[in-house]
């Protein structure tokens, strides 16, 4: 079994284990969210030891370069030796520009990166790490790239107890410093302006990425169709009405529906149901994991190619079963 060190931490990864359950298993907490490789939010440095080469898929060629890993993603071959990212390897600083409220439950939030031009596609996301309580949280893009004055937009969801949406929602301030890693993920507008149609499925505040990419495809002289659902809990969690309405007034290709469910498959079911076949249709996916499972399947049975597929689950952090309590992990923070 290889033999792990990290920082005062020694211990081994067993076989099939992979790094970050390794760490979960011997009470040690470092970032982690998807714990699937899609997050980066587990991103750790390789000091000594061979890096296999899954662990490093999606990381930017600087991470790669500077032996960065995602342990989620690594199975160890041999011995390795490991430390915590320096926090600038990982985050750039940026600064809000401005906050509007959307909804009573829905914030959108803008910053923009303090020194560097940011190139990043619709649909991508961003993590975020405040100085609250420095964990680390994923966000779609809901704006479009606009060149280097590009600024990032976000739809922030409160959520009882939430520190970061708490944070949003009562105390952010123009101007308050955050700290971000971008632009993260392939969940991204194709641009493919030769499939037969766009059908884009949204739960609560995954609608910002959907919208965006809505609006991308329909500016980008996109004529074929383009169907938006947004799935919400209760009507009074719809938003972005009059935004959805112009769009729909302004280009005939474009539709949309307000979808209220207590139950993914019968939601599923109910919109693809209105589709015998949906063969070189592209699919976009955002939000709620169980109703973005339940589509993908649909979609495929509906003739969906798997590379038209295009998913953004909101996965949220859990505290992994190792972990009895807070003052039971040996609690780890960037450096
Ligand atoms: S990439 Fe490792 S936890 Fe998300």
Redesign the pocket.
Known sequence: MPKIIFGTHHFHCKDNENL?DAFFRNKIDIP???????????VTKVVSGSICEPSQSGLSKQLKESNHI???RCYPEGDMVLSLPLIEDIFSQARVTSIEELSETIFSVSFKPDAETLEFKTGQFVNIRTKLDNKVRSYSITNHFQGSESIISIHVKRIDNGVFSQWVFENAEIGDELQVQYPLGASYDSNDNSVAGKLLIASGSGLGAAFAIAEASLMGEYHKEVQLVHVVKSEEDSYYLEELKNLSNQYPNFQFEILTDNDSSECVDSIFGKFELLENWEVYLYGNPKLVKASIQTARNKGVLEEKIISDAFEYAQTPEYFQSEEDSNKMEFV
């Open positions: 970050l982690f969210s998807c714990r699937n490789g899609t997050c980066h939010a587990c995602l342990p989620c």
